[in-house]
């Protein structure tokens, strides 16, 4: 079955720095690639996402690339926000299955 | 507005007693789950549904339960709840499977004494 691996499990930057999350994903025939970020006693919540005939995708101060060949996708959050703390999330739904596989989680911490 | 409900948010329990999470969506989804979240692993699927009476297993299904009797409700049967059933879960729905956006309810806590 599909595999995905987030890293890293934990990130804390300062208030205005850059942060990337990078998953990497075993089936190839994935074709939807979304983030969710989750905040603490909430549900997940889709933040961006990325299909695979797209390389990349921005909306503000987040972006997601991926990279088919090396199956890899990442989400980039520039010029971080306090409010941006909180649990990330990647998700790779398997080819050929209605069962998604998500990672296992970021912590991301934006220090003031 | 569009939204995942679950109920209860909370509930704390014993060994054995049957117990039922609610499961309601508004926005005329096909595609419905459960998932469960426990530190360390992220959030593992249940059970799925595609539609009314269209019901599946996902990766962690043993010792429960679902039904989709209307498109709109979902719920999450525990027969006979055992320990290690505690965990937190989740019910979602996107339009029509995985390759779509999922929406998630805010989650329920399950403590099984």
């Known amino acids: 079955g599909e595999n995905v691996e987030q890293h890293p499990s934990t990130l804390s930057v300062q208030e205005g720095d850059s942060a990337v999350i990078k998953c990497t994903y075993s089936?190839?025939?994935?074709?939807?690639f979304p983030w969710y970020k989750q905040e603490l006693g909430k549900g997940p919540q889709l933040i961006i996402d990325i299909r695979s005939n797209v390389g990349e995708k921005k909306d503000q101060r987040i972006a997601v690339t991926l990279n088919k060949t090396a199956k890899h996708f990442s989400l980039h959050i520039t010029e971080t926000q306090p409010e941006d703390s909180a649990v990330y999330f990647c998700a790779a739904p398997r080819g050929g299955s209605y069962i998604p596989t998500f990672g296992r989680g970021t912590s991301l911490i934006v220090h003031p | 507005e569009a939204q995942v409900t679950q109920n209860p948010r909370y509930l704390i329990t014993v060994t054995g007693k049957k117990l039922t999470v609610t499961c309601s969506q508004n926005?005329?989804?096909?595609?419905m789950s459960w998932y469960r979240q426990d530190p360390g692993l992220g959030l593992r699927q249940i059970y799925y549904?595609?539609?009314?009476?269209?019901?599946d297993k996902g990766d962690v299904p043993e010792g429960y339960k679902v039904s989709r009797k209307e498109k709109r409700n979902f719920p999450l049967i525990l027969e006979s709840p055992s320990p290690n059933q505690t965990s937190l879960y989740f019910c979602?729905?996107?339009?029509?499977?995985?390759?779509?956006?999922?929406?998630f309810g805010d989650g329920t806590r399950l403590s099984i004494l």
């Open positions: 549904s595609m539609n009314v009476e269209v019901t």
């Open positions: 926005m005329n989804h096909e595609y």
């Open positions: 089936d190839s025939a994935s074709n939807y």
């Open positions: 979602a729905s996107s339009l029509d499977g995985p390759n779509q956006p999922q929406h």
